[in-house]
Structures are given as C-alpha cells and as structure tokens.
C-alpha cells in the first residue's frame, strides 16, 4: 500500500540537463516505475524510449549504441526507431509486427530534457514552461544545480507553495505578508512576499518576493527576488510511486552581487538549495491527510487538491 493515494500525475517531468546527454550517448534513468533509456541522436533530438528489448530483454542503455536516430540492441542487434518500432533485425527476414519499444513524448526547453508521462499514454495537451531568463544576455548562463533523492511524491511537494504558515515554521521566513494564488488551467500561480534573516550572510534581513508557476506536478518556475534577483526552475520527477527526484536550478540577473566570481551568486544558491532541504524530514515522515483538519490561517490547500484531481486519469481516482 502506497503512502499516496494518488498513483503517478500526468504531465511534463525533467529527465535530465540538457547537457547530461551528448548526440549519440544513451542514458539509462529509472522514473515513472519503469527503466527508461534517454539517448540524443545524432540529429541533436533526444528520445526516451523503455528500457527492455521486447526480443529477450536485454537493457538499451547498457550497450545499446545509438545510429542516427535509432538504437541499436547490444544483444542480437535488433534496431529501433525514435518512434519505438523495429525497422531491423539483422538475421531474420520479417521483423514481427509486435516489435516495438514504448516511447516517451519528448522536448528540450530551457537547457532541460522534459518527458510526458501518462498513465494512459494519452499525448500532451500543454507544453513544458519556458524559463525566459535562461539563455537572456543579463542573466548567469547556466543553472547552478542540485538534486536530491527524497521520499516523497510531487503532489506533496507542489502544496507546499499554497501553504503559508510552513514557510515561517520551516524556512523561518517572516509570515508572508502579502500572497495570492490562483488557479489556471494546468497552472496553479502564486506570489508571496516575505522576508528572512539570512544567518550565512552576517543576520542580513533579505526582503522576498516571490512568484511561482507550477505547469502540472512536474515543476516549479519560480522569480524569486531578493538580495540577488534569481529564476529557479525545480523539478519533481517520479522514480516511483513514494520517491521523488529533484533537480533544483537557479540563475541570476547578472549585477554586482550576481557576479559568479564574488562568490556572492554561489553563496546565495546554496541558502536557496537548504531552504528546500529543510522540507524533506517533513515529507519524508509525514502521512497524508485525506481530509486534513485545517484553520482559518491556512493556504488554500483544498482548493489546491481540487485543481491537482485534473492531472489523474479518471482510472486512477
Ligand atoms: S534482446 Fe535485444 S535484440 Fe535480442
Ligand atoms: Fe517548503
């Protein structure tokens, strides 16, 4: 029995760093419960396809080498196109109609491998967020990484944004004296505003504000303004139904203080990169809730669980 009641949300999910993948190498990943192969043809398109050779299993991204945009077995050479279907099999004269690897609907946005995943397979009915300031002149050019293996799933996560009084209890910032939130489609979006003594920076009180989107599960795009003006792009990939992996970027408007040699950029990620590390004995312990007994100080939390019900097939429910 899962800690989660939900099973795994559709949506858009970080597979890796754009440059975690060069043309022509294969990745083996494990998310969504399942081995997965990530590999980048050598027309610069990456692909994720299943692991397992339908022939007699063998492991694609164990050996597997990559010819165009096809992968070839390292087993009995069966070859695969990027639509998963076999167009070879060296030895034999007809390729069964069944051969066929299950794919991954794919894009690169903002120096990030995306992949879809539907329980049903159904295809994507919105696009991965686009990060305007990754790649715009006056800002740092590459994210500023880190990523954690934490027992937790992304809904879990995701509420974390719509909950008000946890930001001053476990990031000991100041209650959020102006927020909003509101639900969009597949976006839920959110403003705080906020302030916090920054105890590696001489007890400098650093003025917040902050405005996420979360497009689905996924992710989370956030400009977090403050003592240095950053864009964070987080992402809550699914290994399985109860662990998460989570990529933490940050990029920063380029400036006195964002200047990556002062150290002051580096430094100020780090406290932003702990900042997150507080939540996890809290979603690593914690239970869920059904129907939490809340108060009147309270995010919308319901109402974020009514917009979350849209990313879980009706099967599921
Ligand atoms: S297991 Fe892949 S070709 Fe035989
Ligand atoms: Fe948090």
Same mark, same amino acid.
């Given at each position: 029995?899962?800690?989660?009641?939900?099973?795994?949300?559709?949506?858009?999910?970080?597979?890796?760093?754009?440059?975690?993948?060069?043309?022509?190498?294969?990745?083996?990943?494990?998310?969504?419960?399942?081995?997965?192969? =990530?590999?980048?043809?050598?027309?610069?398109?990456?692909?994720?396809?299943?692991?397992?050779?339908?022939?007699?299993?063998?492991?694609?991204?164990?050996?597997?080498?990559?010819?165009?945009?096809?992968?070839?077995?390292?087993?009995?050479?069966?070859? &695969?196109?990027?639509?998963?279907?076999?167009?070879?099999?060296?030895? +034999?004269?007809?390729?069964?109609?069944?051969?066929?690897?299950?794919?991954?609907?794919?894009?690169?946005? /903002?120096?990030?491998?995306?992949?879809?995943?539907?329980?049903?397979?159904?295809?994507?009915?919105?696009?991965?967020?686009?990060?305007?300031?990754?790649?715009?002149?006056?800002?740092?050019?590459?994210?500023?990484?880190?990523?954690?293996?934490?027992?937790?799933?992304?809904?879990?996560?995701?509420?974390?944004?719509?909950?008000?009084?946890?930001?001053?209890?476990?990031?000991?910032?100041?209650?959020?004296?102006?927020?909003?939130?509101? &639900?969009?489609?597949?976006?839920?979006?959110?403003?705080?505003?906020?302030?916090?003594?920054?105890?590696?920076?001489?007890?400098?009180?650093?003025?917040?504000?902050?405005?996420?989107?979360?497009?689905?599960?996924?992710?989370?795009?956030?400009?977090?303004?403050?003592?240095?003006?950053?864009?964070? =792009?987080?992402?809550?990939?699914?290994?399985?139904?109860?662990?998460?992996?989570?990529?933490?970027?940050?990029?920063?408007?380029?400036?006195?203080?964002?200047?990556?040699? /002062?150290?002051?950029?580096?430094?100020?990620?780090?406290?932003?990169?702990?900042?997150?590390?507080?939540?996890?004995?809290?979603?690593?312990?914690?239970?869920?809730?059904?129907?939490?007994? =809340?108060?009147?100080?309270?995010?919308?939390?319901?109402?974020?669980?009514?917009?979350?019900?849209?990313?879980?097939? +009706?099967?599921?429910?």
């Amino acid at each position: 029995m899962s800690r989660f009641p939900f099973g795994m949300p559709t949506g858009w999910y970080p597979v890796a760093w754009s440059d975690g993948v060069a043309a022509g190498e294969t990745v083996p990943l494990r998310y969504f419960g399942s081995e997965l192969v =990530l590999y980048r043809g050598e027309s610069g398109d990456a692909h994720v396809v299943d692991a397992f050779c339908p022939h007699l299993g063998a492991h694609l991204g164990h050996g597997g080498s990559v010819e165009g945009d096809t992968l070839r077995c390292p087993f009995h050479a069966w070859r &695969f196109g990027a639509d998963g279907i076999c167009v070879e099999i060296p030895y +034999a004269e007809r390729i069964p109609p069944k051969a066929r690897l299950r794919t991954f609907p794919v894009r690169e946005q /903002s120096g990030v491998v995306w992949a879809w995943y539907a329980s049903d397979r159904s295809e994507p009915t919105w696009e991965p967020p686009r990060v305007v300031e990754f790649g715009a002149a006056d800002w740092t050019p590459e994210w500023t990484r880190y990523e954690w293996t934490v027992r937790t799933h992304p809904q879990e996560v995701v509420e974390n944004s719509v909950d008000w009084p946890h930001f001053h209890h476990v990031h000991a910032m100041e209650m959020p004296h102006y927020r909003e939130v509101r &639900f969009e489609g597949h976006e839920v979006i959110w403003k705080a505003s906020t302030s916090k003594t920054l105890d590696d920076f001489e007890g400098r009180v650093d003025d917040i504000h902050v405005e996420g989107r979360n497009p689905g599960l996924g992710s989370s795009y956030v400009r977090y303004t403050g003592m240095m003006d950053t864009a964070i =792009l987080m992402g809550m990939t699914p290994i399985d139904d109860e662990t998460t992996h989570l990529r933490f970027g940050v990029i920063s408007k380029q400036g006195e203080a964002a200047d990556p040699g /002062s150290g002051f950029h580096q430094a100020y990620c780090d406290q932003l990169a702990a900042a997150v590390e507080q939540d996890f004995p809290i979603w690593e312990n914690k239970t869920y809730h059904d129907k939490p007994l =809340l108060s009147d100080g309270d995010g919308p939390v319901p109402d974020f669980r009514r917009w979350a019900r849209q990313f879980y097939p +009706a099967a599921d429910r």
